[in-house]
């Protein structure tokens, strides 16, 4: 049997909407025969330290530029045409465009200074509206924490909260706010074991609410995050009762 309470279910639910690229740094020449390799005629934005970008055609074979391959190329980064490089003009917050017309905030990157931030933030959500974003992301580390009052001011909402950081949310059109909702279950979860002599395990809580005072029931306990059902249950009756069982199969899901 299982049952389901208010709180976390899924903190991987946002990856996928958020990838990062992994930066390629060298002031030694590029191995282009292990940058293409596994990829055919995709085209490549390369980035240099002085702003400029070059595309490139990859194909199975090469990489096809006049005059820059093999050469020396200092701080280089590699970017998906998916997702675009991050935004470095000047007075306005590093981002990265998402997959789905909105941005993506580099948390590494915000101003330290409060008054700072609020300027910055003002002109990247202006800048943002005439380029007809929609959605913003925005994650604010521990660290950072006085930033937060800042953005709920300018319009921000609360979306999910780790460990270690939180994140809002900014919806720009003027609709329905389309972003995902954030993590609101936890899955909790009740084991029936059975003998072979037919005897079903049953527990008396220690600490319960009163109506469940004296009461035998199955063992039961929440889901660990990222855990599964079944190892879940498993765990639980061992805790609850010390007693080690296997998993069967799944009686009931509510």
């Known amino acids: 049997m299982y049952s389901v309470n208010n709180r976390s279910l899924v903190s991987g639910l946002y990856c996928n909407c958020w990838s990062s690229i992994p930066i390629v740094s060298s002031t030694r020449k590029l191995n282009f025969s292990e940058l293409n390799r596994g990829i055919s005629c995709k085209p490549l934005l390369l980035t ?10 990859v194909s199975s074979n090469a990489i096809c530029k006049e005059d820059l391959i093999s050469k020396t190329i200092s701080k280089a980064s590699v970017v998906s045409p998916n997702v675009s490089s991050p935004s470095t003009n000047l007075g306005l917050l590093v981002a990265y465009d998402d997959e789905y017309g909105g941005v993506i905030i580099e948390p590494e990157c915000l101003p330290s200074s409060a008054n700072a931030f609020a300027s910055i ?11 007809g974003k929609k959605g913003v992301w925005l994650k604010i580390l521990t660290e950072q924490a006085d930033l937060v009052p ?16 939180v994140v809002l949310t900014y919806w720009i059109p003027d609709e329905p706010c389309m972003l995902p909702e954030g993590p609101s279950h936890q ?17 008396k809580e220690k600490q319960c609410p009163c109506r469940c005072i004296g009461l035998w029931k199955l063992p039961t306990g929440y889901i660990n995050k990222s855990e599964e059902l079944f190892a879940g249950a498993v765990r639980e009756v061992k805790e609850e009762t010390g007693v080690d069982t296997a998993f069967a199969e799944v009686i009931a899901f509510r």
């Open 48 to 57: 240099t330290t002085s702003g400029r970008q070059s595309l490139f055609h």
């Open 187 to 203: 899955i909790g979860v009740g084991a029936f074991v059975i003998n072979e002599r037919r005897e079903v395990l049953v527990v």
């Open 121 to 131: 933030l003002q002109a990247s959500l202006f800048d943002w509206t005439l380029k």
């Open 150 to 165: 800042i953005a709920i001011k300018e319009g921000f909402s609360y979306h999910h909260a780790e460990p270690g950081y």
